[in-house]
Structures are given as C-alpha cells and as structure tokens.
C-alpha cells in the first residue's frame, strides 16, 4: 500500500512549528532536532515529506519554509489558534475584549493583533502578564479600557513594522516571529514571520534597551522616594528584566519572554539566575523590603557589569561557548592565568593544560573539545573518550552544537558514555557549567581551592534521565 505523506502528522507539524518560528533564517537538522526534542533522523523525514510536499526547501544544511507558500501559512495560523486556546481564561478574555473593540472601530480587515510577551510563554499567568500589539494603519486614535483594566497595549503602523523588521529591530523581530497571531486577516504579519530576512541589529538593540533603562530608572526612583512600595515593585522587576536583556544581547544569546529570560540565565550563568531570581519574587511592598530589594537590584547591576565584554578576562571566556577547539583552549588556558592558576603544558597526559592552585597545591587537568555535535550522542561520546586521557582529576571539557546559540543547546551525555566516562575516572564538564563555574571566580563569589572542588563535583545531566 502507497504511504500517503502529510503535514498533518505529529512530527511533521512539531517540524513546521519550528520552522515558522524560525521564519527565513531557517534551521539545521541539529538545531531542530534540539527545538522539537526529535531524533536527528526524524528531523530529517520531516524535512522531506514537507519538502515532497512543496513546503519546504533547503539550502544546503538550513531548512526554510518556502516563501508565500499558502500552506504555511494557514498552517501557522492553525498552530497559533492552538497556542491560543491553552492560555489562561482571564488572559483570553482581555484579548478578546480588545479584539472585539477593535473590530468595532477599525472593522475586521483594518487590524491585526498580536499577544506577545510572558503571557504566552507556556505557562498559564495572571491577566497581568498579558502584551498585546495592535497593527493599525491609523491606531493613534483607538482607546479602550478592558474589564481588568491590565492588558498592556502597543500600537503600530504596518508601515512601521515592516521598516522596523527591516532595521533589525529584535522586539519587533520577536513580537510577530513569536508571539500569537490573533487576528491577521490579510496573513501580511504571517507572510512578514515566514519569509522576510531577520537581520541582527545587536547594537541598535542595546541602545534601545540602554535608552529604555534610564527611563524606566527615572520612574523607579520617583515611586521609590514618593514611597509608592507596589509602583517601585513594578519598575523594579522592569529594569531587572532589562539589565537581564543587555547581558543576554553582549553574549551574543536573544532575548526571550519575560518568563524565559530566567531559564536563559539559569543554562548560563547560575549566579546571575539566583540573583534574578531573588530580585524578581513577588514580595510584600512595604518599607523594609523595598530597603532590600533596592540593594539587591544595585547588585545585580554590578554583577551584569563586571560579567560583560567590558571586563577582559570576561571577555575571554566568551570563546567558551562560541570558539573552535584552539580558540576555547586559549580562552581557558588565558582566563584560567588571570585569576591566579599555574597553568602549563601537559605533555604525554593527553591533556591540553595541567592546572594547579599555588596556595592550596590542588592540581587538575583539562582536555578541551569544541564541537558541532553533541556528545548526547553515543557515537560521537565514545570517540572522544577513546582519544582522551585518564587519571585523578581529569576534566573533559566540552562545548557541543557550537553553532547553535548557547541557550538552546543539548549538554546531556550520553547515559552510555556517562558509564564509560566513569569507569575511565574522566569527569565530564559541559561549556556552559564551566562558564557558569568562571563567572563564579570572576565575581569573588568562592576562593581558587573551594572553586576547583566544586569543579571536580559536577554532575552533567545524562540524556534521558
């Protein structure tokens, strides 16, 4: 019997979710697979059926929907519905109100709306959380007060967008790519997500940020010194939100929604997550933990500025998660000497250094690998581990999918090469602890000793489990 092929299947929409997400830029096997939580060969069935089917197309690796295609299209507007449906009932009932308000002033083809924000980040939220964007040829005019009066509402042109879009303005960018298209008559926001090219404007993007901070700090001051505990509270957890973003922008991750910034930080930088963390928890607005909490946010913006590229040995880590296998190597061996460390050749050890703390006499080694792939996968784990040394206090060091953005990656091994890692004594360090582990020195935050145990205690995740 002929296998009929379709995009209604399980695999196949999970693939063209991505893929719409990813609009023109498109996405390897590898980066998809990661996205979707698939196998790298269902990926690829995927890939062709859709293909077979005229929906999608690649260019060498990267996959891509095919620009105008009409499937695509309505097939994200299908998948938009879905998202829809499995928000909150409060947070459906304040879009729904601007949408119905809407469609009474502008008519049903002169809008477009879009939710965005942490109230579609997977979670069911309060109605507070809810953003909503009106696309408008003419929204200066348009008011409206929703029943729980908490939908935070933007307006744009279309004109405006579609420049915006091209300037690489990454909320933009972000708002439409996404967020949940609610109402798009004239798919021109769904065509705008799908097939027009998102250029990386890292630096208008932080000056905007930059811009927007001094504003919303001027606010926090003024709720602050008027004592308005609750206004305070608000412009606090913005301007953490915001400093959060800068620091995400120069390490060359994008932003998220409010309700995925925290998980971003917690992949990379486990100092910055508790600190976020604590400064972002819904407390009671009174005096003394407004007293607190202002403490904790200046903090907070030291910690982001002393771990940005303004710092050097900062600086150098960054090769750590972005660099070839030479490149992370001399990032580590660089950083690694700027904090104190004797750090030398190890000839013969199959190692890349040997790594000793003067004061304590605590010596360790590390073997460094950069990779394209993971080691989440058997084949690729066992490779390494039969090229790589043994011993007391061997590190493998591995920074996998490179090429993928460093929030995004898969760190687990293999539970196989885990077991084989053990019985060789190889203690198996993903990029992103060990970065988390050097943030860690780089603020003072443990001494050389305390900092190499709890370097030699990690446990990375195995795949699976």
Request: hydrophobic residues 40%; glycine residues 6%; proline residues 3%.
């Amino acid at each position: 019997m002929l296998e009929v092929k379709t995009i209604s299947s399980t695999r196949n929409l999970k693939i063209l979710r991505e893929l719409i997400m990813a609009g023109a830029d498109g996405l390897s096997a590898s980066h998809a697979a990661i996205l979707s939580v698939l196998s790298t060969p269902s990926v690829f069935r995927a890939f062709d059926e859709l293909r077979k089917l005229g929906i999608v197309e690649n260019d060498g690796a990267i996959w891509r929907v095919v620009p105008g295609n009409q499937y695509a299209e309505k097939a994200a507007g299908l998948l938009d519905a879905e998202r829809y449906m499995m928000l909150e009932g409060l947070v459906r009932q304040e879009i729904a109100e601007v949408e119905r308000k809407a469609t009474e002033f502008f008519g049903p083809n002169g809008f477009a709306l879009v939710a965005f924000g942490s109230s579609i980040g997977g979670e069911p939220l309060e109605a507070s959380d809810v953003d909503i964007l009106l696309v408008a040829d003419d929204p200066s005019k348009f008011h409206v007060d929703t029943t729980q009066m908490k939908a935070s509402i933007s307006f744009s042109a279309y004109n405006e967008i579609e420049d915006m879009w091209r300037a690489g303005d990454q909320f933009m960018q972000n708002t439409v790519a996404r967020g949940i298209l609610v109402h798009d008559p004239c798919d021109k926001l769904a065509r705008l997500r799908i097939s027009a090219p998102r250029r990386v404007a890292t630096e208008q993007a932080l000056d905007a940020y930059i811009k927007s901070y001094k504003r919303e700090l001027e606010l926090y001051s003024r709720a602050y010194k008027s004592e308005n505990w609750e206004e305070a509270t608000r412009h606090r957890t913005k301007l953490a939100e915001n400093l959060t973003r800068q620091w995400l922008l120069r390490l060359g991750v994008q932003p998220k929604s409010r309700t995925e910034l925290a998980s971003q930080l917690k992949i990379l930088c486990v100092s910055l997550y508790n600190a976020f963390d604590n400064l972002t928890k819904v407390i009671p607005a009174n005096r003394r933990q407004a007293e607190k909490k202002d403490k904790e946010l200046w903090r907070y913006r030291f910690l982001t500025s002393r771990l940005s590229d303004e710092t050097p040995e900062f600086r150098d880590l960054l090769d750590l998660l972005y660099g070839n296998e030479q490149a992370t190597e001399l990032a580590m061996w660089t950083f690694l000497r700027s904090r104190g460390f004797e750090v030398k050749e190890s000839p013969g050890a199959k190692a890349d250094m040997l790594v000793k703390d003067l004061d304590s006499g605590k010596l360790f080694t590390i073997e460094v690998k950069s990779l394209k792939s993971g080691i989440d996968k058997k084949n690729i784990g066992i490779y390494l581990l039969n090229r790589a040394g043994e011993g007391k206090n061997f590190c493998l060091v591995y920074n996998p999918y490179r090429d993928i953005p460093a929030d995004e990656r898969v760190f687990a091994i293999n539970p196989e090469v885990a077991r084989r890692a053990k019985e060789k004594g190889i203690r198996l360090i993903p990029s992103n602890i060990f970065f988390s582990k050097a943030c860690e020195l780089l603020i003072d935050e443990l001494n050389k000793s305390d900092w190499i145990e709890a370097l030699l205690s990690i446990t990375p995740d195995v795949a699976g489990k």
